[in-house]
């Protein structure tokens, strides 16, 4: 299954589920912001919410090892929902794609319980579609010339509260302390990771792309 199927497949997950700072240093050292006084609200507006409060394209070029550059993202998204953070990679003379994005509706752990469950069964379900089709020899080499890779097995994966690296291109994660679940998708499991540390690091009750509110103590 080519890459950009695979994004279109979480995002209509996503919808079928719900029925879905100043620049931060990449250092993991880097303490989360500050709460807001008392009486201010915390949370940005889903669309005034911009990528570069996360993360910027150079410090993603750094975690990730390559030159980044965000490009627009056409999706109409549900209600309260910020666009995903879209980039491409150019790494080692070869594009990637990367992607991160946020639900910090207040259905969001319900729809994260869901969503992970699903993941998984999905996942397991491509895996057992393979390995049948490589069984009866449906696989040709250099047919088309396309490469033929299983499926990577639904993997919890340490980061937020709760977290599933699934399909072999996407991890999903429940915040530690803002209220959102967030997903990555990109090529490899350990950039993945990586990629989802730094934005549970930098993601913050006062910056997420929600309706603002009190901030919760």
Sequence with gaps: ???????????????????????PASSSAQEKASEPAAGQLAGVWPQSFECGSIASP?????????AVRQTDNPMTMPKGVAKPCVYELL???????WQFDFDC?????????????????????????WD???DAGLFKPNDAGIEYIRPGEPTEVT??????DHRGVALIFLDDDAPCYVRIAGKDAARRLELAKLVARNLTYQNAPM????HAK
């Design 159 to 164: 980061v937020g509260k709760k977290a599933l």
């Design 91 to 97: 790494r080692d003379n070869t594009l990637e794609q």
């Design 58 to 66: 150079a410090a993603l070029g750094q975690l990730l090892g390559g």
């Design 1 to 23: 299954m080519k890459y950009r199927s695979i994004l279109s497949l979480l995002a209509a997950a996503a919808a079928g589920a719900t029925a879905c700072k100043t620049e």
């Design 211 to 214: 309706t603002p509110r009190p």
């Design 132 to 134: 049948h089709r490589a």
């Design 105 to 129: 509706r207040e259905s969001y752990k319900t729809t994260f319980d869901k969503l992970v469950e699903q993941y998984r069964q999905q996942n397991l379900e491509m895996i057992a579609e």
